[in-house]
């Protein structure tokens, strides 16, 4: 869906953070949103650049990202570790998704984060001054558009696929070539990292090529990450 900005604001600052997105936007309507009682803190997380400037990018525009908690929670992680970190499951703001809890109707999405702090500062330095933190570049994913070219690749050859995120009783299910299929006891699982997450996948059939669609999703997803 694009790459974008999200800076970091002292909530005392926003009625001048509004104005300037009212300015670059050129609309009077511009503000933050999102549910601000449940984000925590003095400052709030908005969206102020998403590009490619689509109209449905323009939506999440001013969203305060702090005021969900699956996404608060990937920043928090990101902030800390000055390593990029995803979001656990949501649905995305631009196909309609709650700003107030985890939605996961219709499509499925997640996000990318990476925290970018003040001028000669660090993570380490975030840890005994937050105010150093400036803000994330990160970009949002919808699982179906993301798995998309690896999993027809893979689908053309007849196989069964499920992908899952997290484990046990915990886990969710991202993707399933037959949904209507009974669980899979056999076939070859891998692991895939998203960030700083792990995703399983189970490839099962009977065709002699299913280690090699399994190596050729892998390398897909890890060129996506990558690039």
């Known amino acids: 869906l694009g790459m974008g900005w999200s800076v970091v604001v002292d909530r005392r600052s926003l009625p001048e953070l509004e104005s ?46 702090h005021s969900e908690p699956v996404r ?13 970190a995803a979001s656990g499951l949501i649905r995305l703001v631009q196909d309609g998704g ?32 937050p105010g150093s933190l400036r803000g994330f570049v990160y970009s949002p994913f919808r699982v179906g ?19 899952h ?5 915990a886990r969710t299910l991202i993707y399933a070539s037959n949904p209507d299929a009974p669980p899979q006891t056999g076939g070859i699982a891998t692991d895939i990292t998203i960030a700083d997450r792990t995703w399983r996948m189970v ?18 997803v890890g060129l996506l990450i990558t690039l």
């Open 20 to 65: 300037r997105m009212r300015a670059l936007y050129d609309d009077p309507q511009m503000r933050l949103w999102g549910d601000q009682a449940r984000s925590g803190g003095r400052a709030a997380h908005a969206i102020l650049y998403l590009e490619p400037q689509t109209p449905l990018n323009r939506r999440a525009i001013g969203f305060d990202m």
């Open 165 to 169: 995120e997290g484990g046990g009783m």
């Open 98 to 129: 709650s700003a107030q809890k985890r939605d996961l109707g219709g499509a499925p999405g997640f996000l990318i984060y990476i925290p970018v702090y003040a001028r000669g500062t660090d993570y380490g330095m975030f840890r005994a001054a």
């Open 72 to 84: 608060r929670a990937a920043m928090v992680k990101a902030a800390r570790t000055g390593q990029p």
């Open 203 to 220: 490839v099962s059939g009977s065709d002699s090529s299913l280690l090699s669609s399994l190596a050729l999703f892998t390398l897909a």
């Open 145 to 163: 558009d993301f798995l998309a070219e690896p999993l027809r690749q893979i689908d053309e050859q007849g196989m069964e696929i499920t992908i």
